[in-house]
């Protein structure tokens, strides 16, 4: 093999006695935080049986997939292996307050949608409860789930006909679309605010199964008007301050709301961030007012903000039209940046540089505010998984900012891990994620890669022309023009990352490309594939998307420098050439997003975002058993793409990951019609899967000719419109899912 540091090979044949040692202190959770604290990764790395290593579960790492692979589907339904079964634990507008009504399903609410659940569920984890009301992470039979709300511009179900533009009902159905001019209903806009967000609810296991407690005073919202605070590095807190002044905290050091929660991250001690991604879309700039700043422009537009009215930048132009509702009331205003007043005291011109962040949430403390964490840089935030925690060491957070050609990061705390800290709740966050360092990561044709410090000592940033840095708090919150300036690597579209508990090296999802980015000559080593789909659903780029991954030097949290292969590449199985992983009928599969390593089996869990292979098959769900980097070949990738009736070829050279075949690669579930898999979490016994179904139904054209009507088709509420929902997946015998 010519992939460096290959030689990291652990051979799981020789090390039963070790791995029943630690199998026996993982089956307490003292003994398994004295585990993480003591003996810690370095410890863990010098075991020769690391690669059959799992961090928490008693059923121990899975050597073989233990289901048949589930075909491909265009059922509107789950689909599970044989053996399995599901149940919708809370779907989209489910009441969670007795003295909230049952939810209509037909967009009959009036403004009670912070009482509810939101929309669009994706990243998602579960918080157990102890007996004290403490976090721990021992499984109680009672926890409160906390699920991040993807809800975008579809918020047609919502209304009786769909979204009004132009004082039209129902005339907008597209994502993303464009809107006529005028304003939107007061009461459409009151709902949608307030169906983004995240939820968090109290989940308790019954004779029945795990059941929604639709009465826990635990039961609450964070949506786009919940108050939160502005939190950053002591030395630049206030240059961030002076970034987020408005006129409803003219200290810049609160804001409101979190929006477009994709993925997620759980910090060691307990707490959630909900990563805000598609946040951009939803501002407008109105004409008239003071011309805006060179700066302030080429960051609206590295970023997608509009930065003009429509008619003069229809490209970031996009919005909901809630700032239409009313030039006063705040609640509506504050999404027009249009700098109207006489400073940023008097306007919301700085309303979008308080949106991009992690936004730390305590699960447990209903009455805690939640934090946006600046240092960890302003982007599409994906989510954000950290490094394998060990005792006296920095954490590392890494994170996607999915947009195409955007970049990975990291973030390495300044403070070292203390298991002291399991419970602390936000100020174990201020602790952990005011201080640090930010990277963005550079992949190399070498096989090697390095992270590159995003800070203003770097000449590349200090002199950046499209964007004068003025001081290092404009850096975190302007971390993409920061990252242009050192030459990060751009991706085919980082969306979820994963730290395997058994090795700790970090994957990615790179969901897809277009042809208008990838092209055979537009390839590089770490995004190396441009193809066209000749068959069924056609495209051209990389449309099915891939999966890297990467080792830290040293296993480090701190490295600086790491190794990096291609762990899979989607495709059709039936396309020849772009098929570089050899897939098969029976796990092919397009567009990976989710992604995530149950500790219990240390199977890495693959989900799917995708509008490629949709002609043939609903998103799906997969599971794999991985190797770890370097365990494959460098290859030559014979690329041809044929766009805009021209061809174009070439060559370009990466690294791949030994291939799975269906021993170790096979699809377990496939969702309902039009519907994304997203967010993933288990029991610590990896007998209870959490899945999330995000938008069935969402190549509908309108509300009178559904897609899909899933759960409601299946008994799960009101039936009509579809609904997206949180499962719990058993298995009939009530073994390890997976296993
Ligand atoms: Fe929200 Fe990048 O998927
Ligand atoms: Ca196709
Ligand atoms: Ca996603
Ligand atoms: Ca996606």
């Known amino acids: 093999m010519s992939h460096p540091d290959s030689d990291l090979d652990c051979n799981p044949t020789d090390n039963r006695h070790f791995q029943d040692v630690i199998r026996e202190v993982l089956a307490s959770p003292s003994r398994r935080n004295l585990l993480r604290g003591g003996l810690g990764l370095a410890g863990l790395a010098m075991l020769p049986g690391c690669a059959s290593l799992a961090t928490g579960g008693s059923s121990g790492p899975v050597k073989a997939l233990g289901f048949p692979a589930t075909a491909k589907s265009l059922a509107d339904d789950v689909i599970l292996p044989p053996g399995y079964r599901y149940a919708v634990i809370h779907a989209t507008g489910d009441s969670l307050d007795p003295k909230v009504a049952a939810y209509s399903n037909a967009g009959t609410e009036t403004d009670d949608w912070s009482r509810r659940i939101g929309d669009h569920h994706d990243g998602m984890d579960v918080y157990f409860i102890d007996a004290n009301g403490r976090y721990t992470e021992r499984d109680t039979g009672r926890a409160v789930l ?15 006909s769909g979204q009004t533009s132009g004082g039209v009902s129902g005339k907008k159905f597209t994502q993303f679309g464009d809107w006529d001019l005028g304003a939107r209903p007061e009461l459409e806009v009151l709902k949608e605010i307030n169906h983004h967000g995240v939820s968090i609810v109290e989940i308790v296991r019954t004779a029945q199964g795990w059941r929604m407690k639709g009465d826990s005073p635990l039961n609450r919202r964070v949506t786009a008007q919940t108050p939160v605070r502005i939190a950053g590095p002591r030395a630049h807190i206030e240059e961030i301050r002076a970034q987020m002044v408005t006129m409803w905290d003219t200290s810049g050091s609160m804001s409101r709301g979190t929006l477009n929660n994709c993925g997620h991250g759980k910090t060691p001690w307990g707490t959630y961030l909900a990563c805000e991604e598609n946040w951009a879309f939803y501002f407008q700039t109105t004409a008239g007012g003071a011309p805006l700043s060179p700066k302030e422009i080429a960051s609206r537009r590295r970023y997608g903000v509009a930065s003009a009215p429509p008619a003069a930048d229809r490209r970031t132009s996009i919005s909901q039209g809630w700032h239409t509702v009313s030039a006063t009331d705040d609640r509506f205003s504050r999404w027009n940046l249009v700098p109207g007043g006489a400073n940023a005291e008097r306007d919301f011109r700085h309303e979008a540089n308080t949106f991009g962040y992690n936004v730390e949430i305590d699960p447990l403390n209903a009455n805690s505010t939640p934090v946006k964490r600046v240092i960890m840089g302003r982007m599409a935030h994906e989510a954000a998984v950290h490094s394998l925690p060990v005792a006296g060491q920095p954490l590392a957070f890494y994170m996607g900012c999915d947009a195409r050609n955007e970049y990975i990061y990291k973030f390495v705390s300044a403070a070292v891990w203390d298991p002291k800290d399991i419970g602390g709740g ?69 969306e979820w990352g994963a730290v395997n508990p058994r090795n700790g090296e970090v994957y990615f999802t790179l969901t897809n490309n277009n042809a208008a980015n990838r092209t055979p000559d537009r390839v590089d080593a770490a995004n190396p594939r441009a193809y066209t789909d000749t068959d069924g659903k056609k495209s051209a780029g990389n449309p099915n998307g891939h999966i890297i991954r990467f080792r830290e030097d040293g296993v480090a949290a701190t490295a600086t420098t790491f190794t990096w292969d291609i762990f899979l590449f989607g495709a059709e199985s039936t396309m020849g050439e772009p098929n570089l992983s050899r897939l098969s009928a029976g796990n092919d599969f397009s567009s990976p997003d989710g992604l995530w390593f149950s500790p219990a089996t240390g199977i890495c869990w693959i989900q799917t975002d995708d509008g490629a292979y949709t002609d043939v098959t609903n998103c799906m769900l997969l599971a794999a058993i991985p190797g770890q980097v370097g365990d494959g070949s460098k290859v030559t990738v014979n ?19 030994a291939a799975l075949g269906e021993a170790r690669l096979r699809r377990f579930l496939v969702g309902p019609k039009g519907s994304e898999i997203t967010g993933i979490t288990e029991t610590p016994d990896g007998r209870t899967l959490f899945v999330n179904i995000q ?12 897609q899909s009507l899933w759960p409601g088709n299946k008994g799960y509420g009101r039936p009509g419109r579809a609904r997206s929902a949180t499962i719990v997946i058993t298995r009939d015998d009530g073994g390890v899912i997976g296993a």
Do not use: C
């Open 426 to 494: 936000i100020n174990a966050g201020d602790k952990y994620l005011n201080e640090g360092k930010l990277y963005a990561a550079r992949f190399d044709a070498s096989g090697k890669g390095e992270w590159i410090e995003l800070h203003l000592r770097d000449p590349r940033i200090a002199n950046y022309a499209p964007f004068r840095f003025a001081n290092q708090g404009e850096v975190y919150v302007h971390t993409r023009l920061a990252a242009d300036a050192v030459g990060a690597t751009k991706m085919d579209r980082p």
């Open 639 to 657: 690329n041809r793409m044929v766009a805009n009736g021209a061809e174009r070829t070439g060559t370009q050279e990466t690294f791949i990951g």
């Open 695 to 706: 938008h069935p139904g969402e190549e509908a054209k309108s509300i009178a000719s559904p």
């Open 146 to 160: 906390v699920v991040n709300h993807e809800s975008s511009a579809d918020a047609h179900y919502m209304h009786p």
